[in-house]
């Protein structure tokens, strides 16, 4: 196996419009990662894309939607097209989901995991025999620290990341005992200063106030800013880590989901109001 290297590779990056996917596109670039962007919204793939040609790196940009099987079936011969090889791939895009399980509607669940898990689990298929033709390359899983616990409100959510990480592992189980060149990070941020909640499908009859309430309160906990936590990923990237946890918050979730496994979330919730009150105080 070559010696790895970010410079000179090409990362095909989901979700690159904003966010995490923006940030961590920016950070690769500045260490010489061309870049592949991929993200529903086209506006925001061109903005992203014209800060990452700055660093002097080569940039193409796909808009699509990565549930749309066909376009991810099409994906890799667009990106070969324009860079010849690709060395990581990155499923980082993603979307949220509240409400109780009773009150979501069957259609919206299907919707997240599509884009969660099955883009995920579709776009690794379509890439991984791309990257098994280079000497060492990697295959970067977002997941969540809700992939670690389990809140309520967010079975569609969680069940989507906890899916993403239960794939991961078994996938970089089967690579290693292969000898495939491709290795697996399984990234798992916290609380990310992103617009995942902002966006988030609400269950339909949710009261307003209750609403507002909570999306203040998500807003308070979300403290980390993307750029801070594409760092943390590239560095993970950059050393091949099998797991990376982004910030202090999914650090401690993973600590805490160790030591009570059955009962974490009351230890937990208790956590978050005590986070909720200095703020509100």
Wanted: charged fraction near 20%; glycine fraction near 8%.
């Amino acid at each position: 196996m070559k010696t790895w290297t970010l410079r000179g590779g090409v990362a095909v990056i989901t979700g690159a419009a904003s966010g995490i996917g923006a940030a961590l596109a920016l950070n690769l670039a500045r260490r010489g990662m061309h870049l592949a962007l991929v993200d529903l919204n086209a506006t925001g793939l061109e903005t992203v894309a014209a800060q990452a040609k700055a660093s002097g790196v080569t940039v193409s940009t796909h808009a699509m939607d990565v549930a749309d099987h066909a376009a991810v079936a099409a994906l890799p011969a667009a990106v070969l097209a324009s860079h010849r090889h690709v060395t990581v791939l990155v499923n980082n895009a993603g979307v949220a989901l509240g409400g109780l399980f009773e009150q979501v509607d069957a259609d919206d669940f299907d919707w997240l995991m599509a884009i969660n898990f099955g883009a995920t689990v579709r776009l690794t298929r379509a890439f991984l025999p791309v990257l098994a033709r280079e000497g060492a390359a990697q295959l970067v899983n977002v997941s969540s620290i809700f992939g670690i616990i389990a809140p309520p409100a967010q079975t569609a959510y969680s069940a989507s990341k906890f899916a993403v990480r239960g794939f991961s592992e078994s996938l970089r189980h089967e690579l290693e005992m292969t000898g495939s060149p491709v290795g697996v990070t399984l990234v798992h941020p916290g609380g990310v200063r992103t617009g995942i909640s902002e966006n988030a499908r609400l269950a339909k009859g949710l009261d307003a106030t209750d609403v507002a309430r909570e999306r203040a309160n998500w807003r308070s906990l979300l403290a980390l800013a993307p750029e801070a936590a594409a760092e943390t990923i590239a560095t993970g990237l950059a050393r091949r880590a099998a797991r990376v946890l982004v910030g202090q918050d999914a650090r401690a979730a993973a600590l805490v989901q160790r030591l009570f496994p059955v009962n974490y979330w009351k230890h937990v919730a208790r956590d978050i109001a005590r986070r909720l009150e200095r703020k509100a105080g």
